[in-house]
């Protein structure tokens, strides 16, 4: 896949089995393990804060990715309080008044050494990304 390119789903299992040839019937979480240091991240990037916390946006012309915790330290999940190593190829989900969301693939970002465990910076490292 290159920037911009686009998978329209109901459902992050409609995704997945699109963009990997699976057969989910259901899948919730916003991380899928690639199993090669990769993950791929199904996010909003619009600035909203999420139900768990977080922030999501992206800035320098969809270049970087801000991963931001704003909630309660109290109330961060287990899994949030890894610090990640990987790196994410970045899906963007855009919803408008239909069902259908669309998965638009923002390319492959790495951590920045900068990053802290509640305030996270990716970089864009790559344009294309074959799955």
């Not at 989910?24 to 909003?44: A, F, G, P, Q």
């Amino acid at each position: 896949m290159k920037t911009c390119d686009t998978i329209s789903a109901k459902t992050h299992a409609q995704f997945l089995n699109k963009l990997l040839h699976l057969n989910y019937k259901s899948y919730m979480r916003c991380t899928y393990d690639l199993h090669n240091d990769c993950v791929i991240w199904m996010i909003r990037l619009d600035g909203v804060r999420t139900s768990t916390g977080w922030v999501n946006s992206s800035t320098d012309w969809n270049n970087t990715i801000i991963e931001k915790y704003v909630g309660n330290q109290y109330d961060k999940l287990p899994l949030h309080k890894i610090y990640p190593l990987e790196k994410r190829a970045i899906f963007a989900i855009n919803e408008s008044n239909s069902k259908i969301r669309s998965y638009v693939f923002m390319g492959l970002f790495e951590l920045d050494k900068k990053s802290t465990n509640d305030n996270r910076i990716w970089r864009k490292i790559s344009d294309t990304y074959y799955f």
